[in-house]
């Protein structure tokens, strides 16, 4: 059988489009994962604080992490 050249290879149909399982595939990159650390250490030190009595640090860590860091992270 002869080698296929440029010219003889078969006509293949275009390339199909990925389909709705693979495009909703979470990748998650060095940044997603900083964010994500980044959220989780807000919150264990929101916690700390707030076991302290921290009535003003403890609260404003806890929303970082839960309302910015971590959505950030997982969007991002």
Known sequence: MPRPTPTTRPRTAAPVA?????????????????????????IVAGYALLSGGSTVAA??????????????????
């Open 18 to 42: 990925a389909t709705a399982e693979q495009e909703s595939a979470v990748r998650f990159s060095v940044q997603n994962m900083a964010l994500l650390a980044a959220g989780i250490v807000a």
């Open 59 to 76: 609260p404003l860590l806890l929303v970082l992490g839960y309302v910015v860091l971590i959505p950030l992270g997982i969007i991002g």
